[in-house]
């Protein structure tokens, strides 16, 4: 008997495993192939907008992904570094082969880990409570608890053209039965499509004709734990390629458009909004010229580049007139032709904000399956999953992030209040607390959080520790630091645009204004500070009214989600509610009067009649 059995060793399910085995439970994991632990079956990159962010707070909740992704980067890049930090990101080129490697590695070598290579036929369910999981041999594996997360493999088929093929990605086996008992037990599920772009040989690329890359100079990483020597250098940093479709390319397209699988009547799931398809994209933005596509590398051992950007359903034939109409492409060799893929998913409205299911107990679904898109946002769930299923073998109360805690928090109150009928995408816009929600902070935000659930080791506590200590000395540090008008100080401001400093004041005053930095002003200090404690002593110190408030205004939404709606309200006789909102409560069953009030259709004279019943 097993405390907690995860299916699927994608990023869901790796991250939900290892925070079993981390909270000291019993975990097996099974997996239709180990060495498949962790692929990338789409782009070969980690982080970006929003997703960037996502990866720093698994760090802080003693995730995997981080620390691996930093490890086997080909190239490091922040994102947005012209704006406002609440939007900054880092995003890695990741060598794809090398991440699946170092995840095998650790999954099977983890401490309280069981590793199953079976194909899982059902979930065992009795009196409504998941018990474990039959697998198609025939074995039956018990458990406590169960964590769902196969990702696109849930009676998955790839299209292309005018065919279908039942098939997982990247040829892999799909499951045709677990979707059907899930549905036996009274869970909805419903059809979404995903896709990939071609692969082509590196070799038969003439990159003269594209726009060079490069990533960031600089010391950059995921995990707080990495060390500079753990990082491939600057100068080694593999670099990618811009190019543009082209008016034969779209032409090509056109002429073709009902030999797509989307377009020909073949995909029934709806595909995602934010990463379309090249047809789609030509259909939905008929008035643009021309589209961009990153040329990027899959790994040092693959000559293989993948053309991100122009994933399609088309048939192979017109992929090669597609492929070979871009710039530096007209030559090229195409070792892996594009597709798309439809698959089962979970209603997430059917889940708790703990990741459990509201209709079978102990069964926490994760990542893909409930409708998400995307490595990170699928770790994320998988990790609040495995650690949730671990809390509730224990008694204890479930860990929950709200909104203004972390984009985590954002994405599943997302789901679990509005759901989703197309692949759910995290993006920055969707938070309302960003500023509060940034790369710089993420261990500040989380990670005694995750120390005092038994996520976080006490030797990353302790880091943590000492890591804010530094900051706070600094800090105290720079207050003490008076600057009087001279010339030094004087020609430094003018340079930066400023007039003349007519007063004296403490180097923190004076990191108030725009563009003035802790290392601009290291002629008058006399020590030399970490970069990351700059960097975040300045955010802070700039920022420090706009972050105060929006804590003010996440203190408002703190309150409300205090207010602790009771379970198995009668909300359709609920005297005075609107008919949407009986009918929307009902069926959502929110927990707090917080997530009532974030229900689409739910209006302020609802949530009044709501405080006045908990009342």
Not at 72 to 82: D, G, R, V, Y
Not at 144 to 170: D, F, I, Q, W
Not at 307 to 329: A, K, N, R, Y
Not at 516 to 532: C, H, P, Q
Request: glycine share 6%; aromatic share 6%; hydrophobic share 35%.
């Amino acid at each position: 008997m097993f405390d907690i059995v995860v299916i699927g060793a994608g990023h869901a399910g790796i991250e939900a495993a290892m925070a079993g085995a981390r909270m000291k439970k019993n975990t097996c994991l099974v997996t239709l192939n180990i060495d498949m632990a962790g692929s990338m079956p789409c782009n070969p990159s980690i982080g970006g907008p929003a997703k960037g962010i996502v990866v720093r707070e698994i760090d802080a909740l003693g995730g995997l992904m981080p620390i691996v992704a930093d490890q086997s980067a080909l190239q490091f890049k922040m994102l947005n570094t012209t704006k406002g930090p609440g939007v900054w990101s880092l995003r890695v080129q990741s060598d794809k082969e090398v991440y699946k490697k170092k995840m095998k590695d650790i999954l099977l070598h983890t401490q309280n880990l069981t590793v199953i290579e079976k194909a899982v036929q059902s979930i065992l369910i009795e009196d409504g409570k998941a018990k474990g999981v039959l697998c198609q041999d025939g074995t039956r594996i018990e458990s406590k608890t169960v964590v769902l997360t196969t990702g696109t493999y849930m009676s998955s088929t790839v299209l292309r053209g005018h065919t279908a093929t039942s098939s997982g990605p990247e040829d892999q086996m799909t499951v045709n039965t677990l979707s059907q008992s899930l549905r036996d037990a009274g869970i909805q599920t419903f059809r979404l499509k995903t896709g990939t772009p071609a692969r082509v040989l590196t070799d038969s690329i003439d990159f003269s004709k594209t726009e060079v890359q490069p990533g960031t100079n600089a010391f950059l990483r995921f995990s707080q734990m990495t060390k500079q020597e753990d990082v491939l250098p600057f100068l080694e940093q593999k670099v990618c390629h811009l190019i543009y479709t082209q008016p034969k390319t779209h032409q090509i397209i056109q002429d073709h458009l009902q030999d797509s699988a989307m377009y020909s009547g073949l995909v029934k799931g709806v595909g995602p909004r934010y990463c379309p398809s090249i047809e789609d994209k030509l259909v939905r933005f008929a008035d643009k010229e021309r589209h961009q596509l990153f040329l990027e590398p899959e790994s040092l051992s693959l000559d293989t580049t993948y053309i991100q950007g122009f994933s399609t359903s088309m048939p192979v034939d017109v992929q090669e007139e597609m492929v070979h109409s871009l710039p530096g492409l007209e030559n090229c060799i195409i070792k892996k032709y594009a597709y798309a893929i439809e698959y089962d998913a979970i209603d997430p409205l059917q889940m708790k904000p703990s990741m459990e299911n509201k209709i079978v107990e102990n069964l926490f679904t994760a990542g893909q399956v409930n409708g998400t898109s995307g490595y990170e946002e699928a770790a994320g769930q998988g990790l609040m999953a495995g650690a949730n299923a671990a809390l509730k073998i224990d008694g204890k109360p479930p860990f929950i992030l709200r909104r203004d805690q972390a984009y985590i928090g954002v994405m599943i109150d997302d789901l679990t209040t509005k759901g989703t009928n197309e692949p759910y995408r995290l993006l920055t816009s969707r938070a309302e607390y960003r500023l509060l929600l940034r790369h710089d902070n993420a261990w500040k935000r989380l990670l005694e959080k995750g120390y005092e659930i038994g996520l976080v080791d006490e030797s990353r506590y302790q880091l943590f520790v000492a890591q804010q200590k530094e900051i706070e000395k600094a800090r105290e540090e720079l207050k003490e630091v008076r600057i009087k008008p001279c010339q030094q100080v004087n020609a430094y401001l003018n340079s930066l645009g400023f007039e003349n400093l007519s007063h004296g004041c403490s180097a923190l005053e004076l990191i108030k204004r725009p563009k003035v930095t802790i290392e601009g002003l290291s002629f008058l200090l006399d020590k030399e500070y970490d970069k990351e404690v700059c960097q975040a002593i300045e955010i802070e110190t700039k920022y420090a009214g706009y972050i105060e408030k929006a804590k003010r205004d996440a203190n408002h939404l703190q309150k409300m989600e205090e207010l602790v709606l009771p379970k198995n309200l009668d909300y359709m006789n609920m005297d005075n509610l609107s008919l949407e909102a009986r009918q929307k409560l009902t069926k959502i069953q929110p927990v707090t009067l917080g997530q009532a009030s974030r229900i689409s259709g739910i209006n302020p004279s609802d949530i009044a009649i709501l405080a006045i019943h908990i009342k």
